[in-house]
């Protein structure tokens, strides 16, 4: 059965160490939008692995990992991350393969990000500055260069010429910048395309083929529901599908083919950057918890925001992504409260919404309507099986899964591979 994994609320709900668990009964591992701006963490025994472009099924010996063709590839941050596991022991070589129909972060793409968000002042969205909404600007607006065309060098350097000579009319007369040489960004990504070419594949036909001989596809996705560009809180979004619809355009393998979608959940709520949060907690507990969950962001470090438990927002990933399950992470990052809360809903000028509100606005003026259960204060990171969970913790999670419509499949306990339970 092949299995979309995807985050169920603002991203960094712990994806990382669930697809890791789910990767052992799969084949082949496939990341299928985002860019470096996404980051995957990955306790294996004491070392540490963050990934971030990628897929975590590599660091599991003989599984195939593919990058598909809704990425948007930075080479050099793509070669510096497998230089660095190979440096810690994990090669990739025959192992990884990357679509030659996505599209490649050129250095433009880069200055633009940075440039634009600066000059966004009090509007500003929280990007990243990697290059990755520009980059997905111009796949739209068919200016982009994918990693078909720099195998094939005589296109690259048409296409490169063409492109450069638009980019550079933005960067000098709006944002009064120096121009990009061709000569080094042409010389730089044929150095590039040397290292890249024996992972290039059509992966369309690649994975399809394997879907051909049964073997099982995990597809894992970066950031989170509320981050997509579609169904997310725009403009305070990321510039792709983050939702379960993503890993059908992003790697070519048809809906009749995915027979479970599994939403990953944080036993509270975080969010990175810019944007609306009605469940966001105080001061004093916003520490608290952002210590003891070590909520900072595994790309760019930044201190995550994080607030209670919010039913709304994951009701719409429930809906949009049309979840089977829900895997319930952090947990233990509640063991010390006396008091947890759940938002069930919004309160907001005398109405009640028990829905995600489209407008932003609206959203912003939002405030929860909590129901209060009590915590188990126990430490619960030894517990290996679901009925060894102290009572209000399953109290707990019995009242997420009945106010979401959806079963609870796995539970994190702690970071380690080991510390998962497995519901059902």
């Given at each position: 059965?092949?299995?979309?994994?995807?985050?169920?609320?603002?991203?960094?709900?712990?994806?990382?160490?669930?697809?890791?668990?789910?990767?052992?009964?799969?084949?082949?591992?496939?990341?299928?939008?985002?860019?470096?701006?996404?980051?995957?963490?990955?306790?294996?025994?004491?070392?540490?692995?963050?990934?971030?472009?990628?897929?975590?099924?590599?660091?599991?010996?003989?599984?195939?990992?593919?990058?598909?063709?809704?990425?948007?590839?930075?080479?050099?941050?793509?070669?510096?991350?497998?230089?660095?596991?190979?440096?810690?022991?994990?090669?990739?070589?025959?192992?990884?393969?990357?679509?030659?129909?996505?599209?490649?972060?050129?250095?433009?793409?880069?200055?633009?990000?940075?440039?634009?968000?600066?000059?966004?002042?009090?509007?500003?969205?929280?990007?990243?500055?990697?290059?990755?909404?520009?980059?997905y600007a111009?796949?739209?607006?068919?200016?982009?260069?994918?990693?078909?065309?720099?195998?094939?060098?005589?296109?690259?350097?048409?296409?490169?010429?063409?492109?450069?000579?638009?980019?550079?009319?933005?960067?000098?007369?709006?944002?009064?910048?120096?121009?990009?040489?061709?000569?080094?960004?042409?010389?730089?990504?044929?150095?590039?395309?040397?290292?890249?070419?024996?992972?290039?594949?059509?992966?369309?036909?690649?994975?399809?083929?394997a879907?051909?001989?049964?073997?099982?596809?995990?597809?894992?996705?970066?950031?989170?529901?509320?981050?997509?560009?579609?169904?997310?809180?725009?403009?305070?979004?990321?510039?792709?599908?983050?939702?379960?619809?993503?890993?059908?355009?992003?790697?070519?393998?048809?809906?009749?083919?995915?027979?479970?979608?599994?939403?990953?959940?944080?036993?509270?709520?975080?969010?990175?950057?810019?944007?609306?949060?009605?469940?966001?907690?105080?001061?004093?507990?916003m520490?608290?918890?952002?210590?003891?969950?070590?909520?900072?962001?595994?790309?760019t470090?930044?201190?995550?925001?994080?607030g209670?438990?919010?039913?709304?927002?994951?009701?719409?990933?429930?809906?949009?992504?049309?979840?089977?399950?829900?895997?319930?992470?952090?947990?233990?990052?509640?063991?010390?409260?006396?008091?947890?809360?759940?938002?069930?809903?919004?309160?907001?000028?005398?109405?009640?919404?028990?829905?995600?509100?489209?407008?932003?606005?609206?959203l912003?003026?939002?405030?929860?309507?909590?129901?209060?259960?009590?915590?188990?204060?126990?430490?619960?990171?030894?517990?290996?099986?679901?009925?060894?969970?102290?009572s209000?913790?399953?109290?707990?999670?019995?009242?997420?899964?009945?106010?979401?419509?959806?079963?609870?499949?796995?539970?994190?306990?702690?970071?380690?591979?080991?510390?998962?339970?497995?519901?059902?």
């Amino acid at each position: 059965m092949n299995t979309i994994l995807i985050g169920a609320q603002w991203g960094d709900e712990g994806k990382g160490k669930i697809i890791d668990v789910l990767t052992e009964k799969c084949d082949y591992v496939v990341r299928y939008q985002g860019g470096a701006n996404a980051g995957h963490t990955v306790q294996f025994g004491d070392q540490e692995f963050v990934l971030h472009l990628v897929p975590s099924g590599v660091l599991h010996a003989g599984k195939r990992c593919v990058i598909g063709n809704g990425v948007v590839i930075d080479p050099e941050a793509l070669f510096g991350e497998i230089d660095a596991l190979k440096k810690r022991g994990v090669r990739v070589d025959g192992r990884l393969f990357i679509s030659e129909q996505a599209h490649l972060i050129m250095p433009y793409h880069k200055l633009i990000d940075s440039f634009q968000e600066e000059s966004r002042h009090g509007r500003k969205i929280g990007t990243t500055k990697r290059g990755i909404g520009p980059c997905y600007a111009d796949k739209i607006a068919r200016l982009g260069i994918r990693v078909g065309d720099l195998m094939d060098l005589r296109i690259f350097e048409d296409r490169l010429r063409y492109v450069l000579s638009e980019k550079n009319r933005v960067l000098t007369r709006i944002y009064g910048r120096p121009a990009l040489a061709f000569g080094k960004v042409y010389k730089d990504f044929c150095a590039w395309r040397r290292r890249m070419k024996p992972f290039v594949v059509d992966t369309i036909v690649f994975l399809n083929e394997a879907v051909r001989q049964k073997k099982k596809i995990l597809f894992e996705g970066a950031q989170g529901t509320l981050l997509d560009v579609d169904h997310g809180t725009y403009p305070y979004v990321t510039s792709s599908n983050a939702t379960a619809g993503g890993a059908i355009t992003g790697t070519g393998v048809a809906p009749t083919h995915i027979g479970e979608i599994v939403g990953v959940v944080k036993a509270y709520t975080t969010r990175v950057g810019e944007g609306p949060f009605p469940t966001e907690f105080g001061p004093e507990l916003m520490e608290k918890i952002r210590t003891k969950g070590e909520e900072f962001g595994a790309t760019t470090g930044r201190p995550r925001r994080c607030g209670w438990f919010d039913a709304v927002v994951v009701r719409h990933a429930v809906c949009v992504n049309g979840l089977n399950s829900i895997a319930v992470t952090k947990l233990d990052v509640l063991d010390e409260l006396p008091v947890i809360k759940i938002a069930t809903a919004y309160r907001c000028g005398g109405k009640i919404y028990d829905h995600l509100p489209s407008n932003v606005r609206v959203l912003e003026k939002c405030r929860p309507v909590y129901e209060d259960h009590p915590g188990w204060q126990e430490d619960i990171t030894g517990v290996k099986r679901y009925r060894d969970l102290p009572s209000n913790a399953k109290k707990y999670l019995a009242r997420l899964s009945r106010i979401l419509k959806t079963p609870i499949s796995i539970i994190s306990v702690g970071a380690e591979r080991t510390q998962t339970i497995f519901v059902r």
